[in-house]
């Protein structure tokens, strides 16, 4: 199916790039496209797509080429910025991420095949708000925040509160997401991420689970599922059990990410399937990350 007809816009400036917006109200900012240009392609359009309605758009302003956002860069308290158009693929390989953000990295790897991660964004995959975005649970874990302009300036959103529904985000109207910022004090965090989906690669996920600890803070151990609620969502209570008890509270933190879920049946599998599944992964990560760090 091809495109529909689009007026293509591309901003050199963040600036100009939300005066484009403020002139073209129906306009989607577009960073890799990976998910918006499919949407359009069908007819129907995530109610995000960084601030617009659930129409498909007719204008499309491609922020790709603004070189503030296509940069990983170190702030002043030494957590890292990752800009709205950098590449999925460049996330992965950025040697400070891989040393400090391991999960975030074997979440990237993840998402989709090598060809889609050069192109797909990290703040883009977010953005789409899919109960299954990879990069959601790890970023989710990392206690990561979402910094985002518009015409009422820079905000800066945390990950605990950026979803709000399929599709949903807490994005303002015609706010345009520059950076996905990590933590430096989840710096060092390792996690184990299990992922079921109907074929081994370049699928969305059926049901996923990252476990990750954090040593030093709190909670030191992050549980985050995907794939089995509205939104991507942490388990607080498994959390603790992990913190409290380590390997001896996998079976118990498993039952609770079981009872925390609220999966559906759709074609790629059933709600009892899903609900299963979490009890499996949360339990095997558990144990794995219990196991490397020697508790």
Do not use: W
Not at 191 to 214: F, M, N, P
């Amino acid at each position: 199916m091809l495109l529909p007809d689009l007026l293509y816009l591309r901003a050199r400036t963040v600036e100009e790039a939300l005066s484009l917006r403020s002139e073209k109200p129906d306009a989607r900012f577009m960073a890799g496209g990976t998910d918006l240009l499919p949407q359009v392609r069908c007819g129907a359009c995530s109610p995000v797509c960084q601030g617009g309605g659930n129409s498909p758009p007719k204008t499309v302003i491609d922020v790709k080429s603004i070189p503030e956002l296509s940069r990983i860069r170190e702030i002043e308290d030494g957590s890292i910025a990752i800009g709205a158009a950098v590449s999925v693929a460049a996330v992965a390989g950025h040697p400070e991420i891989r040393r400090h953000y391991p999960a975030l990295v074997d979440c990237c790897l993840s998402l989709g095949s090598y060809p889609l991660r050069n192109r797909a964004t990290v703040a883009g995959n977010i953005c789409n708000a899919s109960p299954c975005a990879d990069t959601s649970a790890a970023l989710l874990a990392l206690d990561a925040r979402v910094a985002a302009t518009g015409p009422e300036g820079r905000r800066e959103i945390e990950m605990a509160g950026f979803f709000q529904g399929p599709g949903q985000t807490s994005l303002h109207a015609g706010e345009l997401v520059v950076e996905v910022i990590l933590p430096k004090g989840s710096r060092g965090g390792r996690g184990h991420y299990g992922r079921i989906a109907r074929r081994r690669a370049v699928d969305i996920s059926t049901v996923a689970v990252l476990v990750t600890r954090l040593a030093g803070q709190e909670p030191e151990h992050r549980v985050s599922l995907l794939s089995v609620a509205p939104t991507p969502l942490r388990v607080p209570e498994a959390e603790r059990v992990l913190d409290q008890k380590g390997r001896d509270g996998a079976s118990r933190a498993a039952e609770i990410a079981m009872s925390t879920c609220s999966p559906i049946d759709d074609v790629r599998a059933t709600a009892e399937y899903r609900r299963a599944m979490v009890g499996v992964l949360t339990e095997r990560g558990a144990r794995a990350v219990a196991a490397r760090a020697g508790r």
